[in-house]
């Protein structure tokens, strides 16, 4: 039985690890893309957020983790000084990447001179909730490197008997079959990213801004949840996810329920059928302050249904 205790699985010269986080960062482009163009945004300025996002993402998420391992070790243990800078190896901390990337953006967004401006909060529903797929897939990274497991797995539970046998053999770490927390941590990622993405984002069911909340609140449970399980906790992830936990709920409030809805707001049913359109529905949300205002036929062109199925409510809400 191999044991695959510091183990990094690669694809010729090419980490495996490397391999995902760019497949992840790669599909929760696409996914703000998607919405973007919903949005009719310029791709110029997506662009320019993309190489914002990208390169202080991966130094935030390094320098968080040295950190990490400069309390908690009390000291760099990982050979040279240099190391540190060695990405490809490993040693990412989401939180410090979605953290740091989330403020160098708000400020571009917030600062931005383009005649065409971002709404902030709608920039904060789109592109936070479509992390998750990045972490969704990122996580496998964890996997090839074999790290980001819990405690020993017993080869007559349930989760050794389901789990296909490709991860139970490199779930075996120094000796012993281990729990992949990064497979359950994947799943959760993925569910949350369908849930808040394609159905929340997909239909606006919820005001602008919420979802990026909710994403913030999400993951703070995931994290708070999981962190205690993990080989090898630190505290430092169970602090920031406790204060994903705090800040979520109070934005999730702030964005739904408290903030002006400065937007005239635009119902579409999906059905003629009456009790089928009061379930099924997408809302268009268009800032007042907009010097040309939405007429039905673009709204029908968004969305890509028949004008006849239109309806405008609270247009002054």
């Known amino acids: 039985m191999t044991d695959y205790a510091g183990v990094q699985l690669k ?3 090419v980490y495996v690890y490397s391999l995902t986080m760019m497949l992840g960062m790669l599909s929760s482009i696409f996914t703000v893309y998607y919405f973007w163009r919903r949005e009719k945004y310029t791709f110029d300025q997506l662009a320019i957020l993309v190489f914002i996002a990208l390169p202080t993402a991966i130094i935030g998420a390094r320098f968080v983790f040295v950190i990490q391992q400069l309390i908690e070790h009390k000291g760099w243990i990982d050979g040279p000084w240099y190391n540190a800078f060695a990405v490809w190896r490993g040693g990412l901390s989401i939180h410090g990447g979605v953290i740091t990337a989330t403020i160098c953006c708000v400020l571009y967004i917030i600062f931005s001179k383009n005649p065409k401006r971002i709404d902030l909060k709608k920039a904060f529903s789109i592109i936070l909730p479509a992390v998750l797929i990045g972490q969704a897939i990122g996580r496998w990274g964890n996997f090839a490197n074999h790290e980001v497991y819990g405690g020993i797995m017993e080869e007559s539970s ?7 046998k490709i991860i ?7 000796g012993k079959y281990r729990l992949p927390l990064f497979l359950y941590e994947s799943i959760a990622n993925l569910i949350g990213y369908i849930l808040l993405v394609w159905v929340l984002n997909k239909w606006n069911w919820l005001r602008p801004g919420t979802t990026g909340a909710l994403y913030i609140l999400y993951y703070g449970i995931i994290r708070f949840g999981m962190e205690p399980l993990r080989d090898g906790s630190y505290t430092i992830y169970k602090v920031i996810s406790g204060g994903y936990l705090v800040v979520g709920i109070v934005l999730t409030v702030f964005f739904e329920f408290i903030i002006k809805l400065n937007y005239n707001v635009y119902k579409i049913p999906n059905f003629k059928n009456q009790r089928l359109a009061n379930v099924f529905y997408f809302i268009v949300y268009e800032p007042k302050n907009n010097k040309k205002r939405l007429n039905l036929k673009e709204i029908s062109q968004l969305r890509e249904i028949r004008k006849d199925n239109e309806v405008k409510i609270n247009a002054d809400a």
Do not use: D, K, V
């Not at 349930?158 to 296909?164: G, N, S």
């Not at 139970?168 to 120094?174: A, G, Q, V």
């Open 11 to 13: 694809l010729g010269p």
């Open 158 to 164: 349930l989760a050794f008997r389901i789990l296909p």
């Open 168 to 174: 139970r053999e490199h779930m075996y770490i120094n």
